[in-house]
């Protein structure tokens, strides 16, 4: 599909630039896209030195060192519009940063490594000033790096984080049209995982898109919504549609909102920020327990916490006076708007429940009659 879009290459070194734009530094935060006129800015490659130091290069700086820039290492870039002469790196930042710092630390004379003489540093540093690349000239230019960088990474050996998996396959869904069975084979995802991820991040685009909380979304909050979307209790509190990928009831939703975001009042501490305490949020709504979510909500008792004391203040078994309190509670504070859509199978589940407890009507009867005749 782009093999007629590439194009071999040689390239002076210094011509090249790393992306500030690299697909891998999309996790941490919601961050500005650099202009193609700033990319060789030597503060935006500094930071992008800096990003690309913080994933790892130990790995490909010692294999560099060891055995050479080898033509198996070939990067792609593409040409920066507004810079002639310059290219940018779209697939092998790690690889073309690994060969700079090599490069810088021959000059300055800092390689550190036994074995290796004077004579080869140099012979590597010469070989290097020009290396060939692939040249990317296609039409989807800045966007490129996803592609190239996804298919190489979104199922191999060092995967991409979920979120930046969710990205790269919503821009394929909603961008380039393409069914959701397609792009799943063309990133070797199944359709399931396929699904989860356009799910969940459909559903952090709702939050970014929030009046309210916008600002606030984060994209390592993925995780959090993830969970929330595998959870049936908090996706039915949050009104999930599945036809238009978003959640409907806006207020349980910016309460969520507001569970996950720093909280200014209190020192920026936020109530949820591990998926495991969505389980014990799903517990407290699914079982009634106001209070416990208000205290939760005031910072005053942790998610996990609250289900502990939730669990041990729920009814046992054989106390039939909690168990019908919480049953007709549940059962009454139904909205109706909750019923609309599936009235005749809400009705078909009254039915069940008439039968039962009209049998347990029935049972007690019988112990009345029974201890009235002993009488």
Do not use: C
């Not at 008439?354 to 029935?362: D, G, L, P, S, T």
């Amino acid at each position: 599909m782009y093999m007629d879009q590439l194009t071999p290459q040689n390239i002076d070194v210094e011509d090249i630039m790393l992306d500030p734009n690299n697909p891998r530094f999309w996790t941490q935060v919601n961050r500005p896209i650099v202009a193609d006129k700033n990319i060789a800015d030597e503060k935006k490659q500094n930071r992008a030195r800096q990003e690309i130091d913080m994933h790892g290069i130990g790995d490909l700086y010692s294999s560099i060192l060891r055995n050479g820039y080898l033509l198996l290492d070939r990067i792609v870039v593409r040409p920066i519009s507004d810079v002639p002469g310059k290219y940018v790196v779209v697939e092998g930042n790690r690889r073309f940063r690994s060969l700079t710092k090599l490069r810088t630390d021959i000059k300055n004379d800092a390689v550190v490594a036994e074995d290796v003489d004077d004579a080869v540093l140099d012979h590597l540093l010469k070989a290097t000033n020009e290396i060939e690349v692939l040249v990317y000239n296609g039409s989807d230019g800045k966007d490129i790096s996803w592609m190239f960088q996804g298919i190489r990474h979104i199922s191999g050996i060092r995967q991409w984080d979920p979120a930046q998996r969710a990205k790269l396959v919503a821009e394929q869904i909603d961008g380039e049209h393409k069914k959701l069975g397609v792009v799943g084979q063309q990133f070797g995802l199944s359709a399931q995982a396929t699904g989860r991820l356009y799910r969940t991040y459909r559903a952090l685009l709702q939050m970014r898109d929030d009046e309210e909380f916008g600002s606030k979304a984060r994209n390592d909050y993925f995780s959090l919504f993830e969970e929330a979307l595998r959870n049936n209790i908090i996706k039915g509190w949050l009104e999930w549609d599945e036809s238009v990928k978003r959640f409907d009831n806006i207020d349980n939703l910016r309460r969520f909102y507001s569970w996950i975001s720093p909280d200014e009042e209190r020192e920026n501490s936020r109530r949820l920020h591990d998926p495991k305490q969505v389980k014990s949020l799903a517990y407290l709504i699914e079982n009634h327990h106001t209070e416990l979510l208000d205290d939760f909500e005031q910072h005053l008792i942790s998610a996990d916490e609250a289900k502990v004391k939730a669990t041990s203040e729920d009814p046992k078994p054989k106390d039939w006076r909690k168990i019908v309190a919480v049953a007709i509670s549940i059962l009454g504070d139904l909205p109706q708007s909750a019923l609309v859509d599936d009235a005749r199978d809400f009705l078909a589940e009254l039915d069940v429940m008439a039968e039962i407890i009209e049998q347990r009507r029935q049972m007690a009867q019988l112990s009345i009659d029974g201890m009235n005749k002993i009488r």
